[in-house]
């Protein structure tokens, strides 16, 4: 077929998952490496491409990187390859094409591409088809992003957003005490301060200062979620109850300025690790405390999304409309 083996990935702060697109969103060999065991992205590139048999094999590709694509370099500040040079990517590969995208662009494009068994529904009705969607994902970070459907066909186009880096604003007496500690540490007072997997640590640290529990180790995000969802350990508990919450109304606070009437689809890494708690957590109720515009909110659907390598079906439709339309969606 026409332009195919493809290279596809989804690179997040922690992992680089890379695929070989050998048909329309059909997959070979996927894997996943470790960010931090490669000195460059073209490094992790190549030594996968090298892994799985397919060096000199494939030509085009799409990259999507946790980074904002504004000018020639890649600032994956979550990252251990925090500056990245796009143009000097492209020349130690040596592809004839390769785009890059932000991560949670490539995750918006796979939205209408998703089999709905690997959809969650957690709240809402039925989505407005002509409406914006939004997709907001915790994980190393926190991505955001807006899908839009052309009114007259099936194109769609995404608008990648830095929200993570939206000031955090408290919502109970409860919070204003975790943004308290953490503005005594960081001038700005971020989203992605709390909504991310350093951010379940610092809500830990946080709330073992507020309650004076000494700190003899910290653990992992992982190790917080696990003993929060299996009520180990009062801290991790009200951890992941905060996290969920606060996802609530940041998830909110997109919908409205976005008008995403369409549907939320909640992405990254952390989420879809403890969905049975999350589906039972304050979100719901959260999610649509927004006084007037209650009722509004209560009709969104709201889905966490369980596919392994989502942003690769974006990454795939991307590259697929750059190839034969010359653009990225």
Same mark, same amino acid.
């Given at each position: ?20 697109? +050998? ?11 470790? *960010?931090?065991? !490669? ?18 094999? +494939?030509?085009?590709? @799409? ?44 995750? #918006?494009?796979?939205?209408? %591409? ?8 957690? *709240? ?10 939004? /997709? /907001? ?7 955001? #992003?807006?899908?839009?459907? %052309? ?75 696990? &003993? ?13 109850? %905060?996290?969920?919450? /606060?996802?609530?109304? /940041? ?5 409205? &300025?976005?008008? @995403? ?23 719901? *109720? ?11 909110? @209560?009709? +969104? ?9 989502? @942003? &690769?079906?974006?990454?795939? !439709? ?12």
């Amino acid at each position: 077929m026409e332009n195919f083996p493809r290279l596809v990935s989804d690179v997040g702060g922690t992992n680089a998952r890379f695929a070989v697109e +050998v048909a329309p969103y059909v997959y070979e060999q996927p894997k996943t490496l470790q *960010c931090r065991d !490669y000195a460059s992205l073209s490094s992790a590139i190549l030594a996968y491409l090298d892994s799985v048999g397919y060096s000199n094999k +494939v030509k085009h590709g @799409a990259l999507a990187v946790p980074s904002p694509i504004v000018d020639d370099n890649l600032f994956m500040v979550n990252s251990p390859w925090h500056m990245s040079s796009i143009s000097k990517t492209k020349q130690e590969i040596n592809f004839d094409t390769l785009i890059f995208l932000n991560d949670f662009h490539a995750l #918006a494009l796979s939205i209408p %591409h998703l089999p709905e068994d690997q959809l969650v529904k957690v *709240c809402g009705t039925e989505a407005n088809p002509s409406k914006p969607i939004s /997709i /907001i994902g915790p994980g190393t970070g926190l991505g955001m #992003a807006t899908l839009f459907k %052309h009114p007259l066909n099936d194109e769609y186009f995404a608008i990648p957003a830095e929200g993570g880096r939206s000031s955090f604003v408290p919502f109970s007496d409860e919070e204003f005490n975790l943004w308290k500690f953490v503005h005594k540490r960081y001038n700005h007072v971020s989203a992605e301060r709390l909504l991310s997997g350093p951010g379940l640590q610092l809500m830990y640290e946080a709330l073992c200062s507020i309650n004076n529990v000494q700190i003899t180790r910290m653990p992992t995000p992982a190790e917080i979620t696990e &003993m929060g969802v299996n009520n180990k350990c009062y801290i991790s508990r009200q951890t992941i109850n %905060h996290f969920c919450r /606060i996802l609530a109304t /940041i998830s909110s606070n997109l919908t409205c &300025m976005t008008s @995403a009437f369409g549907g939320v689809y909640i992405g990254g890494g952390i989420i879809p690790r403890i969905i049975n708690y999350f589906l039972e957590s304050d979100f719901r *109720c959260r999610f649509v405390d927004k006084g007037r515009f209650r009722s509004f909110l @209560a009709k +969104v659907p709201v889905y966490v999304i369980v596919h392994d390598y989502p @942003a &690769m079906l974006g990454s795939s !439709y991307a590259l697929e409309t750059y190839l034969s339309k010359h653009y990225i969606p």
